[in-house]
């Protein structure tokens, strides 16, 4: 059964960082691809960043230069450094994950909240 659990959520200031971990089971972690997503209140769902099997990485540009996303094979766990925070970018943060790169995502985590204030 796989499951990927989200923590590291929280409120912090704007200008603020906080780091969320999603920690996989059930997979062969080190021949999957990782993704970061996020749903804000009244929007759709959004991609934020990615890492490959191979640990190749990419961003949104709304969180390019600010964000970075890493993972912990050994530990079967995906991380996002968020720093310089700012409101917009609370959200439901949710992780993903897929074999095939060319595919969505298989499976999805239950998600954390993120809310930062002004």
């Known amino acids: 059964q796989v499951q990927l659990v989200e923590s590291g959520g929280g409120l912090v200031q704007a200008g603020g960082s906080l780091r969320l971990s999603c920690a996989a089971s059930?997979?062969?972690?080190?021949?999957?691809?990782m993704g970061w997503y996020r749903r804000a209140p009244g929007k759709e769902r959004e991609y934020v960043a990615r890492?490959?099997?191979?640990?190749?990485?990419a961003y949104a540009d709304s969180v390019k230069g600010r964000f970075t996303i890493s993972r912990d094979n050994a530990k079967s766990t995906v991380y996002l450094q968020m720093n310089s925070l700012k409101p917009e970018d609370t959200a439901v943060y949710y992780c993903?994950?897929?074999?095939?790169?060319?595919?969505?995502?298989?499976?999805w985590g239950q998600g954390t909240q993120v809310t930062v204030s002004s």
């Open positions: 993903a994950a897929k074999y095939r790169i060319i595919t969505s995502y298989d499976y």
């Open positions: 059930g997979l062969t972690f080190g021949s999957v691809h």
């Open positions: 890492i490959s099997s191979g640990g190749s990485t």
